[in-house]
Structures are given as C-alpha cells and as structure tokens.
C-alpha cells in the first residue's frame, strides 16, 4: 500500500517551453502533497505544500508563477514549470501525506521526474 | 527551529561489516522519526520510522531507536550488502510546530562494495 506515482519519470524540453508533472496517489487519499526539488549529491529542498482544494503553500524564495502547481482531487497534484530555462533542470519530486492531524503518520514519496531544459 | 544533523559521508564499507549512521535531531517538542532510503535515479523510500521515544524501527534488517536523552535516532545494520548501496536521509516530522512538514537531514551516501 501507500504508492505514490510520478508521470513523466524523464522529460527534455526546449528553452521557453511549459512542462506538466503529474503526481498520484495510487492506493489512498492524500490530503496533503509536497514538491520538492533535488540538485545532484544533496538533500531535498521544498518548493511548496498543495491541500486539495485550496491554494499551495510556496517555500520562501520559490516562485509561484513560474512553478503552478494545482490539487484537483485527493490523489492527483500536477507541478507546471512554465517557460523553461536550463537552471530549471533538476530532479524533481513530489510526495503524499496519508494522515489527517495525527502522530507518525508519514509521506510516501513518488520515484522522481528528471527534467533537463535545453 | 526543527533541524536533523546526520554524519558527513560517503561511507564505504566491505558486505557483511556492520553499518551504523548517525543522526542527531533538535525539536521544540515531541517529532516523530524517520529514515527513508534513496537509490540511485529514484525518489525516497521510507525505510523505518518510530513516533515516541525508546521506540524502535526496524525493516530489512535495519534498526533504529528513538532515544529522547540523546536526541538520537542512528540507524544500524549488522551485515550490509551490496544492494544497500544508496543514499540515506534521516528526516522529522512535529506537528505541534510544522504540520505534516518533513525536516530532513543532509543525506549520507552508502557504498558497499563486494
């Protein structure tokens, strides 16, 4: 149980162009969402915090106009990077939180999506 | 504010030497403990956790105790392999503080060789 799912696991696109991350909880209902981002030998860093049905919470310093990100139902969050650049390229990864209020309830984490902007 | 210290790596062992990984954590109150397991090219996999102190987690051979005293939660495993290669985070969540936010630790890069 609890399998969070990525789609695309790998994207390359061009410079000034828009790409859509989808994030799924497969076997439950996650309440909450998380996207992280992950640069090359180090931790996550976290972009923001999606509650279905309201509006994400952005970590200081990340931008919400270029990073959409949209909770539709209790197992769906997509992550749109809009217009592109090459330092936008990182591996980026959501995760799912399964509990409501609550000790030791935990996120499962999604396998990750590669993007490369060329 | 919440914070997770883990030791500096990459940590580069022979199969079947004994593993542990240290992990300290500050919390203002009671967090709950984690550690997830990252293996090259994917996202975290929740290895074990423990939600009160002097619990222990286990999983796939690796354990770990929440000790409130120390405020530690050091990972362990008797006989490594070659497939356990990967990188772990130590990570807490404190709801009273942070919601269901995860605190993560910087990471420590396993090798074992054969």
């Known amino acids: 149980g609890a399998v969070v799912s990525q789609h695309p696991s790998r994207v390359i696109c061009k410079s000034g162009t828009s790409v859509k991350i989808e994030c799924r909880s497969l076997?439950?209902?996650?309440?909450?969402m998380f996207w992280y981002r992950q640069f090359p030998k180090q931790s996550l860093m976290l972009m923001a915090t999606?509650?279905?049905?309201?509006?994400?919470?952005?970590e200081q310093g990340v931008e919400k106009d270029k990073f959409l990100i949209n909770h539709a139902s209790l197992t769906l969050s997509t992550l749109t990077v809009t217009s592109a650049h090459p330092e936008d390229s990182s591996f980026y990864i959501c995760?799912?939180?399964?509990?409501?209020?609550?000790?030791?309830?935990?996120?499962?984490f999604g396998p990750g999506t590669r993007l490369t902007v060329l | 504010g919440d914070s997770v210290t883990q030791m500096e790596g990459p940590v580069t062992l022979s199969e079947e030497a004994f593993l542990t990984i240290n992990c300290t954590y500050t919390?203002?109150?009671?967090?709950?403990l984690f550690w997830y397991v990252q293996y090259p090219g994917e996202g975290l996999q929740l290895l074990l956790k423990?939600?009160?102190?002097?619990d222990k987690g286990s999983n796939k051979g690796f354990e770990a105790t929440y000790r409130k005293e120390t405020t530690s939660f050091h990972l362990e495993k008797g006989s490594v392999q070659v497939s356990d290669s990967a990188v772990y985070f130590c990570a807490l969540s404190e709801w009273e503080t942070s919601g269901s936010r995860l605190t993560f630790g910087e990471g420590t890069q396993l090798t074992v060789n054969p």
């Open positions: 919390a203002t109150g009671y967090p709950s």
């Open positions: 999606s509650n279905e049905g309201s509006k994400a919470t952005y």
């Open positions: 423990a939600t009160k102190a002097d």
């Open positions: 076997d439950f209902q996650a309440t909450t």
């Open positions: 995760s799912a939180y399964t509990g409501a209020r609550g000790i030791g309830d935990t996120q499962y």
